[in-house]
T-cell receptor, first 111, second 114 residues
Framework: SQQGEEDPQALSIQEGENATMNCSYKTSINNLQWYRQNSGRGLVHLILIRSNEREKHSGRLRVTLDTSKKSSSLLITASRAADTASYFCATDRDQGGKLIFGQGTELSVKP | SAVISQKPSRDICQRGTSLTIQCQVDSQVTMMFWYRQQPGQSLTLIATANQGSEATYESGFVIDKFPISRPNLTFSTLTVSNMSPEDSSIYLC???????????FGPGTRLTVL
């Protein structure tokens, strides 16, 4: 069953703008991971944030986690046309590796 | 990070036939998984591929339809049996790096069943 819900479902911005995507989940988690998928291809791992972490950075990416609200956000700063893709969050409840994915946000960055 | 390859990358098959998808990881990993992504949808876990024993299937997926093998710590196969058009999906394998709990995915196999 799908645990995560993401919003917005679709987001269209201009190059150079920031993009924020949100993910909510229903049960307690061990960690949350964000992935990017280009045009129905494989998933690219972006970042993992553990349940005891609140914020994490990687290059132009910033991820936050609020376990009290069961939500996470992914911020992409200074977006580029190459960032156009679908972005998914996935939660791992018990370190067993069984990921439950959100529905994804389709990001379009216009040059 | 683990590098994962899958074969074939895509295939078009006739209904009633079977297709075996191969997944190769460039390093030994503890856990491997198979996911399905139906058109326009998110990913759903099919099963955990257990090394040397039977796979563990999620609700809604059965061994007769999706037999899985994992003969060693770097390789797994998923067979989609007796295919129907409803099986048209992207099938992805993944590997868990236990030291960091990061899970990496292969490039996927895009299956179309006519």
């Amino acid at each position: 069953s799908q645990q995560g819900e993401e919003d917005p479902q679709a987001l269209s911005i201009q190059e150079g703008e920031n993009a924020t995507m949100n993910c909510s989940y229903k049960t307690s988690i061990n960690n949350l991971q964000w992935y990017r998928q280009n045009s129905g291809r494989g998933l690219v791992h972006l970042i993992l944030i553990r349940s005891n972490e609140r914020e994490k950075h990687s290059g132009r990416l910033r991820v936050t986690l609020d376990t009290s609200k069961k939500s996470s956000s992914l911020l992409i700063t200074a977006s580029r046309a190459a960032d156009t893709a679908s972005y998914f969050c996935a939660t791992d409840r018990d370190q067993g590796g069984k990921l439950i994915f959100g529905q994804g946000t389709e990001l379009s960055v216009k040059p | 990070s683990a590098v994962i390859s899958q074969k074939p990358s895509r295939d078009i098959c006739q209904r009633g036939t079977s297709l075996t998808i191969q997944c190769q990881v460039d390093s030994q990993v503890t856990m491997m998984f198979w996911y399905r992504q139906q058109p326009g949808q998110s990913l759903t876990l099919i099963a955990t591929a257990n090394q040397g024993s039977e796979a563990t299937y999620e609700s809604g997926f059965v061994i007769d339809k999706f037999p899985i093998s994992r003969p060693n710590l770097t390789f797994s196969t998923l067979t989609v049996s007796n295919m129907s058009p409803e099986d048209s999906s992207i099938y992805l394998c993944s590997a868990l790096e236990s030291s960091y709990n990061e899970q990496f995915f292969g490039p996927g196999t895009r299956l179309t069943v006519l």
